[in-house]
């Protein structure tokens, strides 16, 4: 159903040496992923996503150039008590993490952008893909480590 939280962390690092696009990663579930107090999937299920793009750039962010990068993520599957499942849902938010690199252009969450909300306006950020989600990291290196927490928010098939 759409409107639902789904609290995830990363099973499959995602690292420029490693991981291609086109890439299929995992993620487990945080917490029981909840429909009107009925368990839909519990929490440790998996969840799937394929890996669209890598995008590297550099940008001046302040007055330094700095290395960005954008992920493409496609949620693809939900493991539910019904079994394996097509999923359609878009990040919201990520973390919280160590570092403050990360950001989440185009969601609809309240810290999308966290320490770079002030450099939206020169970071350039394609437009996803129909059903697509981006992850933003400032850093000279592309890695998103195994553990890093992120939230979905289901949507409606035809809504992407």
Do not use: C
Not at 112 to 136: A, D, H, M, N, Q
């Amino acid at each position: 159903p759409a409107q639902l939280d789904i609290d995830v962390v990363l099973e499959t690092p995602i690292d420029t040496r490693a991981t291609p696009a086109n890439a299929e990663v995992v993620f487990k579930l945080v917490r029981d992923l909840k429909k009107d107090n009925v368990v839909v999937a519990a929490k440790g299920a998996s969840m799937t996503a394929h890996v669209t793009r890598i995008l590297k750039q550099v940008e001046f962010i302040g007055r330094v150039k700095r290395n960005y990068f954008l992920v493409g993520l496609l949620p693809l599957t939900l493991t539910t008590s019904a079994g394996t499942v097509p999923l359609t849902a878009d990040l919201e938010t990520i973390g919280p993490t160590a570092t403050k690199d990360y950001f989440v252009p185009y969601s609809h969450g309240p810290e999308r952008w966290g320490e770079f909300e002030e450099y939206r306006t020169v970071l350039k950020i394609p437009r996803p893909e129909p059903g697509e989600s981006l992850v933003g990291v400032v850093r000279e290196y592309l890695r998103l480590p195994k553990g890093l927490r992120m939230m979905f928010r289901t949507t409606e098939p035809n809504a992407q």
